[in-house]
């Protein structure tokens, strides 16, 4: 079993920075891969990035590459999701996830667990 708790969202105006944090429980965390997930009013969830078990293999959404980065740290079972360049399109809930599988790591269905998320807010 892992849980989740996101933490670091906010109101942050246009052009500027957020990171958000996801600090899982369980041993075994990091043998998950992990991922961040958004969802805007009246959307679906959309991925927004992943990163393999090892850290060493990351993956954007094309409308995130260049402004933000997903990392992680096992030995403080936290992943992180630093967001640059903020936009107004950016606002949603930000969600974290833990998948079991190393693959499909942009499908909402590939993961096992979800945090309750945090909410970003960019003002224009």
């Known amino acids: 079993q892992v849980q989740l708790v996101e933490s670091g969202g906010g109101l942050v105006q246009a052009g500027g920075s957020l990171r958000l944090s996801c600090v899982a429980s369980?041993?075994?965390?990091?043998?998950?891969?992990a991922g961040w997930f958004r969802q805007a009013p009246g959307k679906e969830r959309e991925f927004v990035a992943a990163?393999?078990?090892?850290?060493?293999?990351?993956y954007y959404a094309d409308s995130v590459k260049g402004r933000f980065a997903i990392s992680r740290d096992n030995a403080k079972n936290t992943v992180y999701l630093q967001m640059n360049s903020l936009k107004p399109e950016d606002t949603a809930v930000y969600y974290c996830?833990?998948?079991?599988?190393?693959?499909?790591?942009?499908?909402?269905?590939?993961?096992?667990?979800w945090g309750q998320g945090t909410q970003v807010t960019v003002s224009s």
């Open positions: 369980g041993r075994t965390f990091r043998t998950y891969a």
């Open positions: 996830a833990a998948s079991a599988r190393p693959y499909g790591l942009d499908i909402t269905s590939t993961y096992n667990y």
């Open positions: 990163v393999s078990w090892s850290g060493g293999n990351t």
